[in-house]
């Protein structure tokens, strides 16, 4: 029985080693992943040593234009949909944060591995210099509403007004976490997600934030899990999950006096409904969306119903033709 079992660890073990040698990922150069993922319009501009990858779409005559954050291990990419129903209109400004898409991790000026939400208003309010934007409407989805606010907050005179899209910020309890958040809490597996990423572990991450899994296609998968293999992302992540405080200074969110538009996914097990229902409670006459049936990106997941009120929200007439998903 003994000799049996030490036969069976022994297989085990190989097996284990085989899969975690299937599933080694390395970091991948960022000048390989511009070709794909960086088309026009996309442009990279450098904001105080930090080279950033950016979109500036529509009427650069626009006096308030629109500057759209996307949220943790996403990019630029998750706002298309919006953008294609809002450039005719507005002057619309995507970029990948640092530590995500193509943008990598922070550098020149800034301080290595501060990922903090304060770190990222400071950057933002950089890039509107280096843009020569006086004043924006900032939107945000997640971590993106959540330096959307405390860029308000920090600079009040420079946001003009407010749309948080599942935003991050007060103190909340999720039903589910993406796995990778999870294993980047514990140092040991932590270290390991910088050399090994199972393309099916960024799959069930992806899925786990959609309200409907069925609409997560493979070229979906594709762009999250190459993004993330970008030199020095899977690092910055971990260091931005590690140091990620929920609900730190959330007192500063009462005190904002923008006007403000809350959107919110039914189904988001990330940061649950209720936490939009008190954020509408905190912020002064500000207007909550619920869209029932979609998850913790619902401008990605249904662009065409979650920019309705968006456009709304700005006044902007209807758009020729309705944003769709990429497919």
């Known amino acids: 029985m003994s000799e049996r079992l030490m036969r069976l660890l022994g297989v085990l073990m190989m097996l ?4 975690l040698a299937l599933s080694r990922a390395p970091d991948m150069p960022v000048q390989g992943l511009v070709a794909r993922w960086a088309p026009p319009p996309s442009d990279f ?27 943790t291990s996403a990019s630029l990419h998750t706002w298309e949909g919006w953008v294609r129903a809002l450039r005719g209109q507005r002057r619309v400004i995507t970029f990948d944060l640092p530590g995500f898409g193509l943008t990598g991790p922070f550098t020149g000026e ?10 990222y208003a400071q950057f933002v309010l950089d890039l509107l210099d ?21 860029t308000a907050w920090r600079a ?12 991050s910020g007060l103190p ?4 589910k976490v993406p796995i990778a958040f999870t294993l980047a809490r514990v140092p040991v597996l932590a270290h390991s997600l910088e050399w090994v990423l199972p393309r099916g572990m960024v799959a069930a991450s992806v899925a786990q934030v959609y309200g409907d899994p069925a609409r997560v296609t493979p070229a979906l998968v594709d762009r999250y899990f190459e993004l993330t293999l970008r030199d020095g992302n899977r690092r910055a992540l971990i260091q931005r999950i590690q140091g990620m405080v929920i609900g730190a200074d959330a007192e500063r969110i009462a005190t904002l006096k923008q006007p403000t538009l809350i959107l919110w996914g039914g189904r988001d097990r990330l940061i649950p409904p209720e936490v939009g229902r008190r954020l509408q409670q905190q912020i002064a006459g500000s207007r909550l969306v619920v869209f029932d049936e979609l998850g913790h990106v619902p401008q990605e997941e249904d662009p065409a119903r979650s920019v309705a009120p968006v456009r709304e929200f700005l006044g902007l ?11």
């Open 16 to 19: 284990g080693a085989l899969m």
């Open 45 to 71: 501009i450098e904001v105080r040593g930090q080279l950033v990858h950016l979109r500036d779409e529509g009427p650069r005559g626009d006096p308030l234009p629109l500057v759209l954050m996307h949220g």
């Open 110 to 119: 800034y301080t290595p591995g501060d990922y903090g939400g304060d770190a």
């Open 130 to 150: 280096a843009l020569q934007v006086r004043r924006a409407v900032l939107v945000g989805n997640s971590l993106g509403g959540e330096v959307a606010w405390r």
């Open 156 to 167: 009040p005179e420079r946001v003009a007004a407010l749309v948080l899209v599942d935003a």
């Open 172 to 175: 909340f309890t999720p039903d």
């Open 317 to 327: 007439s209807a758009p020729a033709a309705a944003a769709s998903a990429p497919r």
